[in-house]
Each structure stands twice: as C-alpha cells, then as structure tokens.
C-alpha cells in the first residue's frame, strides 16, 4: 500500500462512518451537546467539513475557500451555539461535506508522491507539506467524529457500527 492509498481508505472510511453516525439522527439531536458546552454533531460535522475545504482550497490550491461565509460557525476556535441558532441544516452541511471530499480525493488522486513532498502554504511543521496537510485532515475527522459518537451516546443512541 502507498501512501495515497492509505489516504483515499482513512477519507473513505471516515465517510462512511460519519455518514452511518448522522443519518438518522433529527435536527435536534444534531444540536444536542453530549455534556453542557459540548461540541454537538452538527457543529463537528459542519467543523471538519470547514476544515477540510480551509485546508484544500485555500492552502493547497491556494484558491478562496467557498464555504468562507461558515467560518464563524466552524472555524478553529469557534464554540457551538445553544439550540443550534443560526446554523445551516444537517443536509445542507452533509452536502457541502460531500462536495469537499469529492474535491478532496480528486486532489490527491491528481498528486504524484513527489507532489505530496511539495509544501503546502502552512508555515508549521504538521502540515507544511501537502501529504502532511492530507494527513492531518484524515486525523482530524476521526478526532471530531469521536465527538459525534459521544453525541450519540449521551442521546441514548446504539453505536453506528460496532
């Protein structure tokens, strides 16, 4: 296995988890902290969703990032808020989540390992090369979609896979 496959199987999975986790969670619950001043599902879903379009349009294509109007609702650093107020749907963020990941894999898929190798437009060393940012971004979505199970769990919910 190269490295690109090992990227496109942590994208694919992380997808196919996080989509088993929220689909049939309502909008409510969706905006259900597990615990006061928790991170609910729709805000770690919108989360990763911003942080993967930051981290591909902006940093490694070096574009502006189409879901920039998100950035107060999902940036790094923002806060969810009570009730959900303000906050796009759970379609709507699944949506955009999926036109991301398509880019995303399109992306890597484009790179050679070389390209990977080529620095990424972050001046820190967890991500200053583009494999590096691909890397993090698989890291970070299973990081967020932990806090989506835990969502689950304080709502009473099964485990969505195992």
Same mark, same amino acid.
């Given at each position: 296995?190269?490295?690109?496959? +090992? ?10 988890? +996080?989509?088993?986790? !929220? ?11 597990? !615990? ?23 940093? +490694?294509?070096? $574009? ?27 379609? $709507? ?28 437009? !972050? ?31 304080? +709502? ?7």
């Amino acid at each position: 296995m190269n490295i690109k496959d +090992l990227y496109r199987h942590q994208f694919d999975m992380g997808q196919y988890y +996080l989509r088993e986790m !929220v689909k049939e969670m309502s909008h409510e619950e969706m905006v259900t902290p597990p !615990v006061p001043g928790g991170n609910y599902a729709l805000w770690s879903l919108g989360h990763i969703t911003f942080s993967e379009a930051s981290g591909l349009y902006v940093q +490694l294509r070096q $574009e502006p990032n189409p879901l920039e109007a998100w950035e107060a609702l999902f940036d790094q650093g923002t806060t969810p808020t009570a009730g959900g107020q303000g906050y796009p749907g759970k379609d $709507e963020v699944w949506s955009h989540f999926e036109q991301v990941r398509r880019d995303l894999l399109a992306f890597l898929e484009a790179q050679s390992e070389e390209d990977l190798d080529k620095p990424s437009g !972050v001046d820190h060393p967890w991500y200053d090369t583009a494999g590096k940012m691909l890397g993090v971004l698989a890291v970070h979505q299973a990081f967020h979609a932990g806090q989506i199970a835990l969502a689950r769990k304080a +709502l009473g919910k099964p485990p969505a896979l195992f």
